[in-house]
């Protein structure tokens, strides 16, 4: 695991930017989903629709640095989210392989593995922030 990310940093903007890529595949809108900088790094996004196996239980997309994507439902009385799969493979797979992930889920198909591998990603600091959005250039006027 990595230490706390600086907000401003290169892999915490990319965090984001992967983040909202995903959203945009699935359709999303970004206003339920966070980001989390703390050791370990996580994100969370609301999901529209509902697994058929839980109708009536809202769905979640869940990363971390640890285990990589998983798909959960909410749980009954606050508890916490009841994680039907994780996605596997690398830790921080391509966008498009993550939305094809949860739209096989909402569409029935199998969730993934039950249990968390932990997913070496030695690098993921490089692979967050490749994802950065190039920096803004500002141009000083003398």
């Known amino acids: 695991m990595f230490p706390v990310l600086d907000p401003q ?14 959203e945009e595949l699935l359709g999303l809108s970004g206003q339920g989903s966070c980001v989390q900088l703390d050791a370990p790094l996580s ?4 999901i529209d629709g509902h697994v058929p196996a839980f109708p009536e239980r809202d769905v979640a997309l869940l990363w971390d640095e640890r285990y990589g994507w998983a798909v959960a439902v909410e749980a ?15 830790v921080l797979p ?30 993921l ?18």
Do not use: F, N, Q
């Not at 009385?77 to 996605?87: F, M, S």
């Not at 498009?96 to 199998?110: F, M």
């Open 9 to 22: 940093s290169k892999p915490a903007r990319g965090l984001r930017r992967y983040v909202g890529l995903i």
């Open 76 to 90: 009954r009385c606050g508890e916490d989210l009841l994680v039907l799969g994780y996605l596997g493979g690398p």
């Open 94 to 123: 391509a966008p498009r392989v993550v939305a094809r992930y949860v739209r096989r889920v909402l569409d029935g198909g199998p969730a993934g593995s039950p249990e968390p591998e932990v997913v070496p990603a030695p690098d």
């Open 43 to 46: 994100a969370y996004l609301a």
């Open 125 to 142: 600091h490089d692979e967050l922030a490749a994802y950065a959005p190039a920096a803004d250039v500002l141009l000083a006027v003398g």
